[in-house]
Nanobody, 124 residues
Framework: QVQLVESGGGLVQSGGSLKLSCALS????????MGWFRQRPGKDREFVAV????????RYADSVKGRFTISRDNVRNLAYLQMNSLLPEDTAVYYC?????????????????WGQGTQVTVSS
């Protein structure tokens, strides 16, 4: 049974930075493309970023491009989301996701597994 556990959320001022981590257990980490989604207050869950199994390709939502960076460590079984220049509109619950198919994450927002989410709050 694959489990995803996020960490690193919290409260930060506008313009600040946070780094989220996601630990995968229960299967080989390198089998999965890893993604991040978020759900802002009163909104549907939305795609943020995704990285291929061996980090040879990444994609970002336009709203975070140039500010957020997704990465992974296939030795430590961790995925990361470095968030810089944070804005109040980045306030959301951030979810880690793992998918056997990279395109399912981007195109259909349909990974195979979800984490439980971590709260990020950006104050103005």
């Amino acid at each position: 049974q694959v489990q995803l556990v996020e960490s690193g959320g919290g409260l930060v001022q506008s313009g600040g930075s946070l780094k989220l981590s996601c630990a995968l257990s229960g299967d080989s980490f390198s089998n999965y493309a890893m993604g991040w989604f978020r759900q802002r207050p009163g909104k549907d869950r939305e795609f943020v970023a995704v990285i291929k199994r061996y980090a040879d390709s990444t994609r970002y939502a336009d709203s975070v491009k140039g500010r957020f960076t997704i990465s992974r460590d296939n030795v430590r079984n961790l995925a990361y989301l470095q968030m810089n220049s944070l804005l109040p509109e980045d306030t959301a619950v951030y979810y880690c996701a793992a998918g056997l198919n990279f395109h399912n994450i981007i195109e259909f927002h349909a990974p195979d597994y979800w984490g439980q989410g971590t709260q990020v709050t950006v104050s103005s």
